[in-house]
């Protein structure tokens, strides 16, 4: 894995000394800098001589040197070094047990930075926000035994989680993707059936219409909220097309109201893939509340997870019945080891539902916190050229799953690759959008849809978590400001 590190341009001053100062004055010089290491530098020219450590020191003092003796005397292992113009990728593999710090050369052999290992700075795009209450049914399902997918912790995220999205059944599953298999199955798609989706989402939401031996068609996003274009949806329909799957993308709930208006139009289903989108709004209607079905992922880096599932949520109990037998083997649910349909091992467990029901009484805290971090993100990045803030329309409520921006390459002054580059030199980790599922070597449709591949090309997406705090933001956006700055 690579390893991850941070400039600390700053400190450079701080540490550096003269070999003939003596080792009560590098002992000040490491601990005035934090790090642990001074950099020896000649006294004119500052041509750096190499790194000393409170390691060293230690060392020397032990053999018999005092802290008059001058630094010259202490024995130090040879010191890795860098060009500042190295590649960040080369600078990363440096890195080991014994090096913390890589001082930064430039042409005259001075040092212009420090690249400094420390996991304590490092932002991840995204991370679960857990707390006692997890670990409290956790430890139920453990010490009472009912660890597997049959206990109380099952039903009960089922009907929260349905509760939650304003729906009269929650059927838990191993992962959103065997939820929406388990959708698609229960409506009868199969061999020979279409089902539009957008290109613009993860592959899971194109490969479960494979798993059923149907055809994903693929069709354009619009700008304005990243979602499948309503007006690409009825040219996409033919005679065998059976069903539509909106993608609410990063959060934002699609347009639903000239899509339910074509479904009802041509009699299709729809399925919302609201992955990414618990307690988004549309128009004042949670997404997942829209559809005839609708499905969740609770996967490590949602909104609210079980380390591994995923829910359809559906208001129609003959559906609710069905995926309920699909999801356990094709199981007669009044008669064991009776199977009259083909079903899968699709279930959740107890314990991954426990982390659910923990999660479920504080997913409004867990949302509400996601919003205002998106807020205090907008605030700091809207004065930068050549950045586009994530969308949020007027009739939806955007939960800003992962906060992503789109960067535009003439103006902001570099690429969104690069931009992605500079900020995990700083230990920012982020993440490209999802290049376009027609796109992918396994599908490959050789089509041409604009929106969706411009959105990959120039988005990026930011930490997100809702553990992230403003100074921890204010880092970010000041750390891009600067990037665009220097260019």
């Not at 009472?144 to 059944?169: H, I, L, N, P, R």
Request: hydrophobic share 40%.
């Amino acid at each position: 894995m690579q390893k991850r590190f941070t400039y600390m341009k700053e400190r450079i001053v701080d540490i550096s000394i003269s070999e003939n100062k003596s080792i009560r004055d590098i002992l000040r010089k490491i601990d005035k800098g934090a790090l642990g290491v001074a950099l020896l530098v000649e006294p004119e020219t500052n041509f750096f001589k190499g790194i000393i450590t409170d390691g060293d020191v230690r060392r020397a003092l032990l053999q018999g040197l005092d802290l008059d003796s001058p630094v010259s005397q202490i024995v130090r292992p040879k010191s890795i070094t860098a060009s500042i113009d190295i590649p960040t990728e080369e600078i990363s593999k440096l890195f080991g047990e014994a090096v913390g710090v890589i001082p930064l050369l430039d042409s005259n052999n001075r040092v212009v930075e420090l690249a400094f290992f420390d996991t304590r700075v490092y932002l991840p795009i995204s991370e679960p926000n857990l707390g006692a209450q997890e670990l409290k049914y956790v430890g139920e399902c453990i010490l009472t035994g009912w660890v597997s997918s049959a206990g109380k912790f099952v039903t009960q995220f089922e009907q929260m989680f349905s509760d939650f999205c304003g729906t009269q059944f929650g059927i838990s599953s191993s992962s959103g993707t065997t939820a929406l298999h388990l959708a698609l199955v229960a409506l009868g798609i199969g061999p020979g059936d279409e089902v539009i989706v957008p290109s613009f989402s993860f592959i899971s939401t194109a490969n479960a219409v494979v798993y059923t031996g149907a055809t994903p068609v693929f069709i354009d996003s619009e700008i304005t909220t990243w979602n499948m274009n309503p007006r690409e949806v009825e040219n996409a329909i033919t005679k065998k097309t059976k069903a539509i799957i909106p993608v609410h993308i990063y959060g934002h709930p699609a347009d639903m109201s000239p899509i339910i208006e074509i479904a009802e139009k041509y009699d299709l289903t729809i399925i919302e893939d609201a992955a990414e989108a618990h307690g988004a709004l549309y128009k004042g209607q949670k997404t997942g509340s829209l559809g005839h079905m609708a499905i969740f992922s609770f996967y490590g880096n949602k909104t609210i997870t079980t380390g591994e599932g995923g829910m359809v949520v559906t208001d129609n109990k003959e559906l609710a019945d069905k995926i309920r037998i699909l999801r356990d083997h094709g199981m007669d649910p009044g008669k064991r080891y009776s199977h009259s349909v083909l079903g899968y091992n699709y279930r959740l467990t107890n314990i991954q539902a426990a982390l659910g029901v923990a999660q479920m009484e504080r997913i409004d805290q867990i949302v509400d916190q996601k919003c205002t971090n998106a807020a205090i993100y907008g605030k700091e990045l809207s004065s930068i050229p050549g950045i586009t803030l994530p969308p949020n329309a007027e009739w939806a409520k955007n939960i800003y799953w992962l906060y992503s921006i789109l960067v535009d390459e003439k103006e902001f002054g570099i690429s969104v690759a690069e931009l992605g580059k500079r900020l995990e030199i700083k230990s920012i980790e982020t993440r490209p959008l999802f290049p376009p599922i027609h796109q992918q070597p396994i599908y490959d449709t050789k089509q041409h849809l604009p929106v969706c591949e411009r959105l990959s090309k120039t988005g990026i997406s930011l930490p997100s978590s809702a553990n992230i705090n403003k100074d921890e933001i204010n880092r970010i956006a000041w750390e891009i400001k600067n990037i665009q700055k220097k260019k």
